[in-house]
């Protein structure tokens, strides 16, 4: 893994604002009316950064605000740990990881590993932001490798920076500035790859933006543009969710293609969209399955086993994704690729089933839904040197935006003991 330090973190003075107000899910994975639902919350929400009209009006927002003191500096660089409890099937979990720094690395250093590709037209438009802003607004999700979770075991001065309630879920953050832990966890990480979970577009951007600073400052040494916030959770974490990323197929199904589809997977029952969460949890692990809802009918298939015994020979590690078995099928039934849709128009990503499908059920079209699969096999797909499918995974629950903000303006990192700049 590429070096990890504490972040000097900008954050809200509670004191000012209230937290509830501010804060905001991942820029990503909310809708246009959501969007201006947490702008009209508050003048000070993190959206009027992360979402600004233009580059330019995010910068001079984030200049006023730290001018009126609604966001500090931390004095001295810190490890945050971020405890999240959230509900999922009924049950209060609770998911443990931290908010550091990690050095820049191309994908071809190995070190920093993706998981799927990208599209660069949204690397372009959040290049033009950080260029402008010179401040990361989130953090890029990132996962490792720690069997005993010894990194979790944290020490007693560790001190309380928000708790708040968003959504359901309980948001926690401490601060920590133990240099024992801090050099315990660096150690730790240290050689070991980070699996990017969620941020890839993030994570390019941060790239291109370093490529752009060294060639302004000709940087030679450790340099604050030389790191990108991440917010780091083990692998072994047992309230880790890789939730799948369900489609929405503009366009009609046609009988005659719903029959050749029937050539390579049978029906194995039908359900209604009220019993969608249960049968996606009863059919979990499944990579054999895909569910489909279509004018308002639900069923349930299964891949031949003709059929996927040859998809196995032919990717033993990928055909353990449903999705990836379910294109294969796509591709034989339609006569073209879910990237050549997408280019159309024709494609929508969603991970909300029941409600995206309630919302959406009058439109024309049709809905294909895939049961959730352990982290572990993102772990395996990337080590073996593949590519997941793009839009392959929803991890659940996101951490929120507006929690640590990240400034990279160009000046040295702090050394140890060192105050922030």
Not at 237 to 257: D, G, K
Not at 264 to 276: D, G, M, N, T, W
Not at 405 to 417: H, Q, S
Request: proline share 6%; charged share 30%; glycine share 4%.
């Amino acid at each position: 893994m590429p070096d990890c330090e504490p972040i000097c973190g900008l954050y809200y003075d509670l004191k000012k604002v209230p937290l509830e107000k501010v804060v905001a899910p991942q820029y990503d994975i909310v809708s246009q009316e959501e969007i201006s639902y947490y702008k009209s919350l508050s003048p000070y929400n993190a959206f009027h950064l992360e979402l600004a009209e233009n580059p330019e009006k995010a910068k001079l927002l984030l200049e006023e605000w730290k001018k009126k003191g609604i966001l500090i500096k931390d004095a001295k660089p810190a490890v945050y740990y971020y405890d999240l409890e959230f509900k999922f099937s009924e049950n209060l979990l609770k998911r443990r990881g931290f908010i550091l720094l990690v050095k820049l690395h191309s994908f071809e250093d190995k070190q920093i590993l993706p998981h799927e590709r990208t599209f660069s037209f949204v690397k372009e438009e959040r290049l033009a932001l950080l260029k402008t802003t010179q401040c990361y607004f989130s953090q890029v999700f990132g996962l490792y490798e720690d069997q005993g979770l010894r990194t979790l075991i944290l020490p007693e001065e560790k001190e309380l920076v928000f708790e708040v309630y968003f959504n359901e879920e309980r948001h926690c953050l401490y601060r920590i500035i133990n240099r024992d832990f801090i050099c315990f966890l660096r150690e730790h990480l240290k050689g070991r790859p980070i699996y990017i979970a969620d941020g890839h577009h993030r994570y390019q951007t941060a790239l291109a933006y370093k490529d752009h600073m060294e060639r302004l400052f000709r940087a030679k040494g450790s340099y604050d543009f030389q790191y990108v916030p991440f917010y780091l959770t083990p692998f072994e974490e047992e309230s880790l969710f890789m939730l799948p990323t369900h489609r929405h197929y503009i366009f009609p199904l046609e009988e005659s293609v719903l029959n050749r589809l029937k050539e390579y997977a049978e029906e194995l029952r039908s359900f209604k969209i009220e019993e969608v969460e249960a049968f996606l949890e009863e059919l979990a692990e499944k990579n054999s399955v895909f569910f489909l809802f279509y004018q308002g009918q639900g069923m349930v298939f299964q891949i031949k086993k003709e059929v996927m015994s040859e998809i196995e020979r032919n990717e033993p590690i990928l055909s353990r994704l449903p999705l990836f078995n379910f294109l294969k099928l796509f591709e034989r039934v339609f006569g073209q690729t879910e990237e050549e849709l997408k280019a159309k128009g024709k494609v929508e990503f969603f991970s909300n089933s029941i409600e995206r499908i309630k919302t959406m059920k009058d439109k024309k079209g049709f809905f294909v839904l895939f049961p959730r699969v352990s982290p572990q096999v993102l772990r395996d797909v990337v080590s073996s040197g593949r590519l997941m499918p793009h839009k392959s995974t929803y991890f659940y629950p996101k951490v929120l935006t507006g929690t640590i903000f990240y400034e990279a303006k160009g000046n040295p990192l702090p050394r140890e003991n060192e105050p922030c700049p």
